[in-house]
């Protein structure tokens, strides 16, 4: 009986060395989202939009910080990072700088001057009709019908700059 117990005790003492000797292989994966308060930023109710000149992104002009809405999501950026919502409100999560849409990151400077003809539309109607208008090129032929009066001015102008509050 001692044999087998002194059998049992030195195999299974081998197979813990080994064990630990030639670990297995696993895949591990680490996925980690952090939902991030950015300061400053507080929208109580949904924002009033305007359509930012030459594109189809839209911001809220009303609102103190850069902050924008592009197909369906709000971006912003923030402390030389970008943030992504599914909401004007947040919760806010951080995203690469490559997944960005370049349409967001070479915003002519001058997006925040607004003429005086522009309108602003409710938050609802722009998120209900957002992609209709993007596929439609909406704003374009907007700017065609109305060369002084409304959103989709400014076709063309020139872009480059970065954005960091």
Request: charged share 20%; hydrophobic share 35%.
């Amino acid at each position: 009986m001692k044999t087998k117990l002194l059998t049992a005790f030195v195999a299974s003492g081998l197979m813990l060395i080994s064990g630990l000797s030639f670990p297995a292989k696993s895949n591990a994966e680490v996925s980690v989202n952090i939902n991030i308060p950015l300061p400053g930023l507080v929208v109580g109710a949904p924002p009033a939009m305007v359509v930012i000149p030459g594109t189809c992104a839209y911001y809220p002009p009303d609102v103190d910080a850069n902050i924008f809405f592009y197909r369906g999501y709000w971006y912003r950026p923030y402390g030389g990072h970008w943030f992504i919502s599914a909401e004007y409100n947040g919760p806010w999560g951080s995203i690469a700088i490559n997944s960005v849409p370049r349409v967001l990151i070479n915003l002519p400077p001058s997006y925040r001057r607004i003429p005086p003809y522009y309108k602003r539309m409710p938050y609802g109607m722009v998120r209900k009709h957002w992609r209709t208008w993007e596929e439609e090129r909406h704003w374009d032929r907007y700017e065609d019908e109305n060369p002084r009066g409304g959103h989709g001015m400014g076709r063309g102008m020139g872009m480059g700059r970065r954005w960091d509050d």
